[in-house]
T-cell receptor
Framework: EAQVTQNPRYLITVTGKKLTVTCSQNMNHEYMSWYRQDPGLGLRQIYY?????VTDKGDVPEGYKVSRKEKRNFPLILESPSPNQTSLYFCASSWGGGSSYNSPLHFGNGTRLTVT | QKEVEQDPGPLSVPEGAIVSLNCTYS??????FMWYRQYSRKGPELLMYTYSSGNKEDGRFTAQVDKSSKYISLFIRDSQPSDSATYLCAGGSNYKLTFGKGTLLTVNP
């Protein structure tokens, strides 16, 4: 089954404790992206990657890191999490950035992160 | 001004009603427009896609774009309880999608 898999689904951590949220896709997509979703603010892009070893900042990259060493994986790293990073995070992938009907963004089911 | 503004809702309608969901956008560079549907505890999934002004119909759903007024709409006919979800409009250009905040729709049996 074609899917984007995020882990963990739920994560509670404390301020400053480094964490990684993993994302893996099995559709051989070149494009991958991370979003955060907050009430009243909607979906905002954190980072995206057009291909292996190519990453770029989205709209809200501060406090996050990513890497794309393999095509299928795109982990999101929070080196020193803070309470304002408490949010629902989504990983997504597609062929062309979600720019066509034949290649929409495929989203994972989200990771709910709480930083205390 | 946010690039994509969406009526915040929430919206609650009886089963069978016609639903109208609306967005405006400010970025003239947007080349294509999409509606994503997001069920509770799930990621968004593509519902409708269009790249030109006018209407596009798919079953009970019609997406409407008016580029002259920068207005995007989604109409749902004969709404069903299974349509209860958050609907996200999005505009895109150069492989970047910008989403609205989403409208929570509840269709009551």
């Amino acid at each position: 089954e074609a899917q984007v898999t995020q882990n963990p689904r739920y994560l509670i951590t404390v301020t400053g404790k480094k964490l990684t949220v993993t994302c893996s896709q099995n559709m051989n997509h070149e494009y991958m992206s991370w979003y955060r979703q907050d009430p009243g603010l909607g979906l905002r892009q954190i980072y995206y990657s057009m291909n292996v070893e190519v990453t770029d900042k989205g709209d809200v990259p501060e406090g996050y890191k990513v890497s794309r060493k393999e095509k299928r994986n795109f982990p999101l790293i929070l080196e020193s999490p803070s309470p304002n990073q408490t949010s629902l995070y989504f990983c997504a992938s597609s062929w062309g950035g979600g720019s066509s009907y034949n290649s929409p963004l495929h989203f994972g089911n989200g990771t709910r992160l709480t930083v205390t | 001004q946010k690039e994509v503004e969406q009526d915040p809702g929430p919206l609650s309608v009886p089963e069978g009603a016609i639903v109208s969901l609306n967005c405006t956008y400010s970025n003239s560079a947007f080349q294509y427009f999409m509606w994503y549907r997001q069920y509770s505890r799930k990621g968004p999934e593509l519902l409708m896609y269009t790249y030109s002004s006018g209407n596009k119909e798919d079953g009970r759903f019609t997406a409407q774009v008016d580029k002259s007024s920068k207005y995007i709409s989604l109409f749902i006919r004969d709404s069903q309880p299974s349509d209860s979800a958050t609907y996200l409009c999005a505009g895109g250009s150069n492989y970047k999608l910008t989403f609205g905040k989403g409208t929570l729709l509840t269709v009551n049996p």
